[in-house]
């Protein structure tokens, strides 16, 4: 049910949080959902404390302790660090969380702005991935370990998920 993670600790295994990310993902698409996360928000609750709420909902779904569950989600990012199509999805899952929490907490223009701003930042990254496609897998993947070090430093701002052309050739040569 659970993989040892290093030092000995119980993870969820791939699988388990792939069917978590897809799961919610489909969930917080559900109009009743979002109305749901809105409703909290209108009544001052912490709209992060709905979309954690349906996280444990769907780990108690999959027969996985919600804590336990939760508490691998903090440790995705090192424990899989090197599985970068698990780490896209989970950036992916993120990501959609945080939209569904704006959705409820905004103005509609203020979403649709920050909407917007997300499609451009998509734009980007989509031309980011055409250039390194132009290196070996070997300078791929220290570019990608660089991008998920900017990420990092940057608490997992998005906007620091971008990096140029020159960014990328400097890396490339280093």
Known sequence: MAT???GGEAM??????????????????????????????????????????????ILREMGID?????????????VYENDMDLMIKFYQFVAKE???????????????????????????????LVEMRKYSPDIQSVILGTLHKQLEQANFDTSASILSPEQIQEISQK
Request: glycine fraction near 6%; aromatic fraction near 6%; charge should be negative.
């Open 12 to 57: 969820m295994t791939r699988d388990q949080l792939l069917h978590l990310f897809t799961r919610f993902s489909f969930l917080i698409s559900l109009p009743e959902v979002k109305q749901r996360i809105a409703d909290a928000v209108s009544d001052k609750q912490e709209a992060v404390a709905v979309t954690t709420a349906i996280q444990e909902e």
């Open 98 to 128: 945080e939209m569904a929490i704006d959705e409820a907490e905004l103005e509609p223009r203020e979403f649709a702005e920050k909407l917007h701003g997300q499609e451009i930042l998509q734009e980007q990254q989509l031309n980011m």
């Open 66 to 78: 919600p804590s336990f569950g939760i508490g691998c989600l903090g440790k995705v990012n090192v």
């Open 4 to 6: 040892a993670a290093g």
